[in-house]
């Protein structure tokens, strides 16, 4: 069973008296331990469709199966939880509090699950840790490099065990050394922890590092292929 269907998702938003629908029946199926980037210009959908995948949106039409439950029939609660526990995120900009540690902002996600403290602490640590920042912990986003901030987004984005990590633009305001350190990263979740992986690009060098490469257009999508030359970072 994919871990993330779409059926003929439609999206509009309200423009003026009228309608402009930005979505028009996209149909994707992902299945678990997958790594897919979505690509596209600006305005082709694949934000829209990021969205709606991290229940961040909703269609206007269609169905979305999460896990094999459709989403629209969960209530808000049950929305709050699946997502919580289903779906960890990663932005181009880290969306870190500036005045928190690094390992308090790692919690946060176990927090709203009701984690004891001690639990929260050791599973932070734990996720920091992978990411290859456990001499970190305790600065400051303001004392970290770029790569070191998104590193924590990434430990924040996995520390809850969701299945699921979706990144959008993750390496947007990073320089092509870092961008290439913060890939290996992701593939190697992908290939060690079995995380699926679904990351939004404009850039084809970030996009070869996924297995399968969607493009989108005008509301559609006109390609959906695997990636037959996965690149391989040199870092």
Request: glycine share 8%; charged share 25%.
């Given at each position: 069973m994919a871990?993330?269907?779409?059926r003929d ?6 423009m003026g008296?009228?309608?402009?629908e930005v ?5 994707l199926?992902?299945?678990?331990t ?17 969205n ?7 269609p206007t039409?269609g ?7 459709e989403v629209a029939l969960l209530?808000?609660d ?7 526990g ?5 932005f181009?900009?880290f ?5 928190t540690?690094?390992?308090?902002n790692?919690?946060m996600?176990l ?6 403290l001690?639990?929260r602490?050791?599973?932070?640590m734990e ?5 290859g920042l456990d001499?970190?912990?305790r600065?400051?986003?303001?004392q ?10 990434i430990a924040?984005?996995?520390?809850n065990r969701?299945?699921i990590?979706?990144a959008d633009?993750p390496t ?8 290439d350190e ?8 992908n ?5 699926t992986i679904?990351?939004?690009t404009?850039e084809p ?5 996924a ?13 959906d292929e ?5 690149r391989?970072?040199v870092?």
């Amino acid at each position: 069973m994919a871990i993330v269907e779409l059926r003929d998702i439609r999206k509009s938003f309200r423009m003026g008296e009228g309608e402009l629908e930005v979505l028009h029946g996209v149909s994707l199926s992902v299945e678990r331990t997958e790594f897919i980037a979505m690509m596209g210009p600006s305005g082709s959908g694949k934000s829209t469709t990021m969205n709606i995948l991290g229940c961040l949106d909703t269609p206007t039409s269609g169905v979305y199966l999460l896990d094999g439950r459709e989403v629209a029939l969960l209530d808000r609660d049950e929305l709050a939880t699946v997502r919580n526990g289903m779906i960890g995120f990663v932005f181009q900009g880290f969306n870190l509090l500036q005045r928190t540690t690094a390992l308090a902002n790692v919690e946060m996600p176990l927090l709203y699950s009701g984690v004891g403290l001690r639990e929260r602490h050791r599973r932070a640590m734990e996720a920091l840790a992978r990411v290859g920042l456990d001499d970190r912990m305790r600065h400051d986003p303001s004392q970290l490099s770029g790569g070191q901030q998104q590193r924590v987004a990434i430990a924040r984005g996995i520390v809850n065990r969701a299945p699921i990590l979706m990144a959008d633009e993750p390496t947007g305001n990073l320089d092509s050394r870092t961008s290439d350190e913060i890939m290996k990263l992701f593939q190697e979740l992908n290939e060690e922890e079995g995380i699926t992986i679904i990351l939004v690009t404009h850039e084809p060098d970030v996009a070869s590092y996924a297995k399968r490469i969607i493009h989108f257009r005008d509301g559609v999508i006109i390609s959906d292929e695997k990636n037959k030359n996965v690149r391989r970072s040199v870092a």
